[in-house]
């Protein structure tokens, strides 16, 4: 999903945008997501981006990265790692990958499909990435590389622009209420007094969507409401 | 004509000792160098500091038990996102020290090692979990003005090390083929030498090591290699581009052993590693024909088998389950372990028959 929205975007509103294929190249054109390179006429490559120069790119902050997370809390601080003590885990999940250095050196999205009190807790079993609580204690140089835009999850579009940088309520998705995002929150979060409701894709962007995505993959990420 | 280094995959793993510490070059499922994985589990090696950007390798390796010490970043085989052994081992706290890093943290601790600093600053990892589970990690201080307060990695120097490159020569001279080459040269340099070792899916010729491709993929030389092992599909199951694709099945990877079921209430539960000692199982079997002589005997009589001749293989045949799908039984190995083609009623009713016969 992440993958789809960042190939929308580049083929809407940002075309100078450099998408990786999530193995070793950056994708020149529009690719279908679950296609690999050479398959889709016209789409090549555009350049060659390595496991280590992944790393030289984020460092050096040129990336907006869209992670998942299994938990997160109310300053953002998220969960990619294992459910439970770290020291014996009840769940091991896949450890904190990039998390820490993603969080501390450029500005992190996240995208998840499933809104419960499970993921939204009040406190996060192992911090994989960096909420605004943790950062605020760390050196201006890298408070201020740390940046995280957006959630985005099945209910609802969530940012940390509140006076205390705790999650904020931005827009709630088409049939969903303020009261459903507040009950699917294990924790406060700051609402303005009129939530706006999420816009929908104009028709150019659904032409768009289903160019990019033919197989429907999106579905079986996130099932429409209601199915 | 400088040393030829070529060695078994066996012979280099009877140079370890237990205790050490051993990285594991590749990235998750891919060009991860399974046959000396293997061979390092057919051997009685314990104790030993694992480190690698995890996949398969670190869960056989802590599914038998090897794994005293394992720094990692993190474990899975990418499309299965989380490894089932090294779930099951950490869920059950047989990893008596578990150090998890950033990914970044972790080529920063290599590199640091292969240039003999103590440590190399970063940001990446400063105030995160890492810092709390890891008491021992410290902070070091810009000395200039910026007087920024950096995470100090600290180096990792490895006593051995394993790679699996496309080809390689005799000497050690070798060039990836695919996409990537990951972290392999920093493995290799991080190792102190003696115990440097490369598998490769052919070993060429020096001339030839450029051929049909250029020689920016000539990362490896061989003042980095100690012994090469030629280990055609010797990352197999993991993906060895442009040679060969990761073999995984959407519901259930046939090399786990058939005592973890993936799904259901047995699973994860490491008694089930606890009562099948892992070095017994046909599944640790594998690489090269050479590797493992001794055909695997199957049990079931009802499960039929045939001998077909070996599309690819040039080191003897193999047997097919007739169980499996014709599609499957093109996904010849040629050189060994039928457990990885998916036989979808397990490894054990397939058999090897032995090189040469």
Redesign the interface.
Known sequence: MPMLGARLARATFEPDLLVSDG???FVDGDLPVGAAIGTTEGVGVEG?I???SV?DT??GGRRHVMMGASQMDAHGNS?I??IGP????????????????N???HTTSFFIPRHTTRVFVDTVD?????GYD??A???P??RN?HRLARVVTNLAVMDFDSDDHRMHLVSVHPGVTVDDVVTATGFDLAIDSDTPTSRGPTDAEAEAIAQLDPRGLRHRELPAQGA | MSTNKIITADAAVATLESGMTVGIGGWGSRRKPMALVRALLRTDITDLTVVSYGGPDVGLLCAAGKVRRLIYGFVSLDSIALEPHFRAARQAGTIAEPVEYDEGMLQWALYAGSLRLPFLPTRAGLASGVMDVNPNLRTVRSPYDDAEDLLAVPAIRLDAAFVHLNRSDERGNATFTGPDLYFDDLFLNACDPGRRFLSCERIVPTADLTEGTSFHTMRINRSMVDGVIEAPRGAHFTSCEPDYRAMKRSRRPTWLPPAIPMRGRNFPNSSCLATRPATSQPWTRGGTSSEHPRPIRFRRRHVQLRWRRCRTGRRGGRGVCRSLPWRRRDLCLGHGCHADVGCPTGPSHVRTRPAGE
């Not at chain 1, 009840?90 to 820490?100: C, E, I, N, S």
């Not at chain 1, 192992?126 to 960096?130: F, I, N, P, Q, Y």
Request: positive net charge; aromatic residues 14%; charged residues 15%.
């Open positions: 193995e070793a190249f060659w390595p496991f280590r790393f984020l460092w969960n790692a294992n770290w020291e014996r885990p009840k769940a091991q999940l896949l450890g904190v990958r990039g998390g820490p250095g969080t501390v050196n192992m911090v994989s990435g960096l943790r950062a204690t760390l050196h140089n890298v590389h």
